[in-house]
């Protein structure tokens, strides 16, 4: 009822003068009137509704027009009803520049596909992944774009269930873990993950247990062949019992030390991040690992100390010490006798650095980016014939990187190599003359 009141109000008041013009002039006059007040009514109408349509072909974009009664109410609820809406859709597309943004910022690769499986969207990273262009692409289907046939099979099977793995086809060095998951109406969104530092890590893992059996099951062999071959002799020769205690003496050595350095790496990796800020006497460390290169050499080899900066170092000296001795170590075992050591402890480009340089055979530039992982050795047979365990520079590495330090391998075959513990300068302490003391012991 509160819409037709208005109209029935007026068309009462138009009846009622019709009526009396009736009463007061006759018919013809009333009917007169009648027609021409009925015709304005139906013009206001008219009017009105052209109004109305003229605003609303400008979008609503400006005011409402004002008027009074049943017109004045319908543009007034109107006008409400746009700003309503116009601030919704505000909301709406605030809303989803913010999805956008948060998609693009992303990592991993988003593509929105439609139901024939053709590319509405993607984000930024879908073109370092998939080496996709959301302008460029927009439209095409994206097994024409990605073409293995691994893939394909995947998308047509539609099992939102399922991960598939694949090389991209945009870096073949990358590995990519692909999922498809269902959005709004017929439409799928293709989720893809770089996983190649996954796999990497995961290849790592399966070396790391297949060698540690490896270095484990020989020795053990060795040691159980010859404790059958004494059971089963029945007076063995003073000889052959020293010659086999002896070998079995190395292997069970051999054994001791690949499980120490385990435990040295897994006590590093378990460690808390933060090291024992000591203050290291670098000049007479380098003096203690001299005479530790000299020990281990026997003179096999010409040792050579260079201390060009008298610096100390803010860390810990147990495991400073422990990485230097491994560097120190290869390269004595490394570097064929008549060969020359030469540790070095100076300052360059602001940093500190400890370096073992050797004349040995030296290591091709393929290796030297896998040289720090476990067990992992350039030539197998040497270095176990060196007695290496395979987890020397692995220890460094750890060591090193909880001082915040690198390491850096330079080497030319047959020539030798360079490594260097690349110290922060935040980790140098001035020298203190005779004034200040190394708190710890540097005797090993």
């Avoid at 009846?15 to 009648?34: Q, S």
């Avoid at 059958?228 to 000889?239: F, G, I, M, Q, S």
């Avoid at 050797?358 to 007695?387: P, Q, W």
Wanted: proline content about 4%; overall charge neutral.
């Amino acid at each position: 009822m509160g819409f037709w009141w208005r109209p029935l109000v007026t068309l009462s008041v138009i009846a009622l003068i019709a009526l009396m013009l009736w009463a007061g002039g006759g018919a013809a006059l009333a009917l007169k009137f009648a027609v021409i007040a009925l015709l304005a009514y139906l013009a206001r109408q008219l009017w009105q509704e052209k109004r109305l349509a003229r605003w609303l072909e400008q979008g609503g974009d400006r005011p409402a027009p004002s008027d009074i009664g049943v017109w004045g109410d319908i543009f007034y609820r109107l006008e409400k009803l746009q700003k309503r809406q116009s601030q919704s859709q505000s909301e709406l597309v605030t809303a989803l520049g913010r999805f956008q943004h948060a998609a693009e910022a992303v990592p991993d690769g988003i593509v929105i596909l439609n139901e024939q499986d053709r590319i509405e969207w993607c984000n930024p990273a879908s073109r370092r992944l998939l080496g996709l262009d959301a302008a460029r692409d927009r439209g095409q289907y994206i097994h024409y774009l990605m073409r293995q046939s691994d893939f394909v099979d995947f998308l047509n099977a539609r099992d939102y269930s399922k991960q598939l793995n694949i090389s991209s086809p945009a870096n073949r060095d990358l590995r990519l873990m692909v999922q498809l998951v269902p959005f709004g109406a017929e439409q799928k969104l293709l989720m893809v993950r770089d996983i190649t530092e996954l796999e990497r890590v995961d290849a790592m893992r399966r070396d790391f247990v297949a060698n540690v059996s490896h270095e484990l099951r020989t020795p053990l062999t060795v040691v159980g062949g010859f404790v059958e071959t004494l059971n089963d002799l029945d007076k063995p020769a003073d000889a052959d019992l020293k010659h086999y205690f002896g070998i079995m003496l190395n292997h069970t050595r051999r054994m001791q030390r690949l499980l120490d350095d385990l435990l040295t790496l897994s006590r590093l990796e378990s460690s808390p991040a933060t090291v024992a800020e000591e203050q290291v006497h670098m000049p007479e460390l380098m003096r203690e690992l001299a005479r530790e290169a000299e020990s281990l050499s026997r003179g096999r080899h010409a040792i050579r100390l260079q201390i060009d900066a008298q610096d100390w170092l803010s860390g810990s000296l147990q495991e400073l010490q422990s990485a230097f001795s491994n560097l120190v170590s290869n390269a004595v075992r490394y570097t064929p006798e008549g060969g020359e050591i030469t540790l070095r402890w100076f300052e360059q480009n602001g940093h500190a650095v400890f370096a073992v340089t050797d004349t040995g055979e030296g290591i091709a530039s393929e290796h030297l980016s896998r040289l720090t992982e476990r067990f992992y050795r350039v030539d197998r047979s040497r270095s176990r014939e060196s007695g290496g365990t395979g987890l020397g520079l692995a220890i460094v590495k750890h060591i090193l990187t909880r001082h915040q330090a690198r390491l850096d391998i330079q080497s030319t075959p047959g020539k030798g190599s360079t490594f260097s513990a690349i110290f922060p300068a935040e980790r140098l302490i001035p020298a203190q003359g005779g004034e200040q003391q190394p708190r710890l012991s540097l005797v090993k």
